[in-house]
């Protein structure tokens, strides 16, 4: 019940936001500013000092933003935080098509950027020299903020994705770790039936972790070319999806829970949901989520779709961007640079968060680093495997928000009913498609 | 809010034994077991999830998710919750039951006054466009406040006034229901001939209204004040999109950024804090309940019997 309504709240104000963000920005086309800003000027601006204001949930930033204080006293950082997911889009939406109130920079996932970028309500940072950090990040993160010359965010962290499993429950039913889907599947088949109360995963239709699904298959169904995009679903990565999930759901081995709910994490804490396909970010949320596990969970690399193929994926990560009507650009390109490319990131990484740049990935004291909650295990040789291995050549959507928040109404009806998958896949595409041609987008059929 | 529904029905007196046949005083209804079980299930229906409310707000976050729902885990942390809940990111709990408690004087004390004044003057004095006024006021009592929150918020931000407390109060203080609450009760509770009376004798309008009218409409006063204090205590959509700066967030959106800290990569899980304050958060409402429900209950009948 409090779900519907809270979807139904949240489609309310993505639609209306996602309608003003578009028109109002529209207008305003200034593509005069792409002199470029030397060091010199972004020196000048910090020596000169000045209030900048950030909108960004992730926890490390705090202690990065203390730090960035005291190394340049006269800058004055304004973190807000407190909000996260469509709520923040929402305000960040609404203030860019009111005009005011826009912060100086924003933190906004990988997913959402096409939306901002495209309808112009970033600042291209290129200018600034963010071209130049290009092979300081992995592949993944920087297809994502980058678009031809063009670097709309640097990438804050990244999540290439990981299996995580209950080696408690695996061991007591003698279930050895799945290396492809096939073996995840009777993996799944075997756990259900030594213990119906348990399942291989809870999933009940989850956007992001279906397309990251899908981009490990090989799927590539989103084309954007500016103002011109594709959708297809119709391909053989999707195919393979299609033919595991359908048997994981026909055969009812998926728990009905949806994640990130106290159901789940409760799941996650007394063994009844046994794995988690998700980014490497997830640690830090089982150390404060799921307490009660400690020293039962593992990290293995994500199974594959034909054995012995390496591809991976990326789940979740975001960015930090500046708005183009920040109004201290220069102290924001600053910020961000300090935070995902300079001293920040190690200070970030010392609280928990998942790189994405190279160096810190690769050191080794980061690679060696035992995890106490996975029984000491190195896992952080896994994730960063991982990222090496994630195709780049991923694209989302320039209206993802919207299209994943029709995602329940189009595929999530294939966990809940007689629905095929392959079927709520075509109506997903169908109604993003219809949903791009109103939006004034060129839409390949 | 519900809590209207738990009043006991009628006071429960030893039951009598009756001679059958007997014809039966009136005013004194004869106990109706459907009834009963029905009001029974209604008790129960709203009673347990505060029942649940209670208990879970003693849990740590690991009780939280290795314990039944309805019972005590093996650890009693109430106080530590509560101590938790007042520190927990350098006390802003605190600030934001402030900001609640500042929304509700402010909003809901100043939709009570207008509502007030608005229903006298509705009431008791003739003057043109009356019928259009109680067109526009009925059918505003049908637009829900969610539908307007989009418009309202440009304006605001039009304004300059977004992300201050102006933005919650303001749009607080129309209380369409309010005001044809305290119109039809001014109609009914104030006697024309006694302000006739009053203007007989030469009291001003000002003194008519302070001295003879207010004291007459007390409990019209008291159930509109109860109805804005819930609405305003309770705003959710308005804060929502209104307010970005976490020290001006009421009560109610402060939970909900606790609660979504779950669902945020790196985020801190704390759902027993989020527990324990939503439970410091009914508290208040509960209190000014039970405080007020006299005078708010003849408030509600006021009217319904011709003297």
């Known amino acids: ?445 | 809010m519900s809590t209207s529904v738990t009043a006991p029905p009628a006071k429960s007196t030893a039951p009598r034994l009756r001679t059958p046949g007997k014809k039966r005083t009136p005013g004194k209804p004869k106990r109706n077991v459907l009834l009963t079980v029905l009001m029974a299930v209604m008790v129960l229906y709203t009673v347990v999830p505060l029942i649940w409310l209670i208990i879970n707000s003693t849990k740590t976050q690991a009780g939280l998710a290795d314990s039944n729902g309805l019972w005590f885990a093996h650890d009693f942390a109430l106080w530590d919750n509560i101590r938790d809940t007042f520190t927990y990111h350098d006390g802003i709990f605190g600030r934001w039951l402030l900001n609640t408690l500042l929304y509700v004087v402010l909003g809901a004390g100043g939709a009570t006054l207008l509502a007030v004044l608005g229903g006298y003057a509705l009431a008791k004095f003739d003057f043109p466009g009356k019928r259009a006024i109680f067109a526009v006021v009925i059918g505003a009592v049908a637009v829900p406040g969610t539908a307007l929150a989009v418009p309202t918020f440009l304006m605001f931000s039009k304004m300059g006034l977004t992300d201050t407390p102006w933005a919650v109060i303001i749009p607080s203080l129309v209380s369409p229901f309010g005001l044809y609450l305290m119109w039809v009760f001014a109609a009914e509770a104030i006697p024309t001939e006694l302000l006739e009376a009053a203007r007989m004798d030469g009291a001003s309008e000002a003194r008519t209204f302070f001295q003879v009218a207010l004291p007459l409409l007390a409990p019209g006063i008291v159930t509109v004040l109860l109805f804005t204090t819930v609405a305003t205590w309770n705003n959710y959509f308005l804060p929502l999109i209104m307010l970005k700066d976490p020290d001006w967030y009421p009560l109610t959106l402060g939970l909900s950024a606790w609660s979504s800290q779950a669902q945020t990569i790196g985020g801190d899980v704390i759902f027993n804090l989020v527990i324990t304050g939503s439970l410091l958060t009914i508290l208040p409402l509960i209190a000014a309940f039970l405080f007020l429900q006299k005078y708010w209950q003849s408030g509600l009948a006021a009217g319904s019997v011709k003297e």
């Open chain 1, 1 to 445: 019940m409090r779900r519907t309504t809270s979807r139904i709240l949240r489609g309310i104000a993505l639609v209306s936001t996602l309608a003003l963000g578009v028109t109002a920005c529209g207008g305003s086309d200034d593509d005069s500013d792409t002199k470029a800003v030397s060091a010199g000027d972004i020196q000048a601006a910090l020596d000169k000092g000045g209030d900048i204001t950030v909108w960004a949930w992730e926890p490390t930033l705090k202690t990065v933003a203390a730090d960035f204080q005291k190394k340049y006293p006269k800058v004055k950082v304004n973190l807000v935080s407190e909000r996260s997911g469509d709520k923040h889009y929402t305000a960040l939406s609404n203030a860019i098509s009111a005009g005011k109130g826009v912060p100086d920079v924003a933190q906004v996932e990988y997913f959402a950027l096409g939306q901002y970028s495209l309808t112009k309500g970033l600042t291209d940072l290129a200018p600034y020299g963010a071209d130049k950090l290009a092979s300081k990040y992995t592949p993944g993160p920087w297809n994502a903020v980058s678009d031809g010359d063009k670097v709309y965010g640097l990438p804050m962290d990244s999540g290439p994705m990981a299996l995580f499993y209950n080696k408690t429950v695996f061991d007591k039913y003698k279930i050895t770790v799945p290396t492809t889907w096939d073996e995840y599947l009777d993996a799944a088949r075997k756990l259900h039936k030594a213990d119906p109360k348990a399942y291989i995963a809870n999933d009940l239709g989850d956007a992001g972790f279906t397309t990251s699904l899908l981009w490990q298959a090989g799927s590539r169904p989103y084309k954007v070319d500016g103002t011109k995009v594709a959708v297809n679903f119709d391909d053989a990565g999707a195919k393979k999806f299609e033919t595991v999930w359908q048997k994981l759901i026909d055969e009812k081995l998926l728990a009905p829970v949806n994640g990130w709910t106290d159901d789940w994490y409760k799941g996650l804490g007394d063994g009844t949901i046994a794995t988690l396909a998700t980014g490497a970010w997830m640690p830090a949320n089982f150390v404060t989520g799921v307490p009660n596990a400690k020293g039962q969970w593992r990290a293995a690399a994500m199974p594959a779709w034909t054995a012995g193929d390496k591809a991976s994926a990326e789940n979740g990560g975001s960015s930090l961007a500046v708005p183009a009507l920040a109004k201290n650009k220069e102290l924001a390109y600053a910020f961000t640079e300090y935070a995902n490319s300079g001293a920040g990131v190690a200070t970030r990484v010392s609280e928990g968060a998942f790189p994405a740049t190279k160096a810190e990935l690769e050191s080794a004291s980061f690679q060696s680093k035992k995890f106490d909650y996975f029984g000491g295990q190195e896992a952080n040789k896994i994730f960063a495997e991982s990222a090496a291995n994630v195709a780049s050549d991923w694209s989302y959507l320039p209206f993802q928000p919207y299209a994943n928040s029709i995602f329940n109404d189009t595929v999530g009806k294939a966990y809940v009913s007689t629905t095929k998958l392959a079927d709520g896949l075509k109506a997903w595409q169908d109604a993003s498609v219809k949903y791009g041609e109103e939006q004034g987008f060129t839409v390949e059929k």
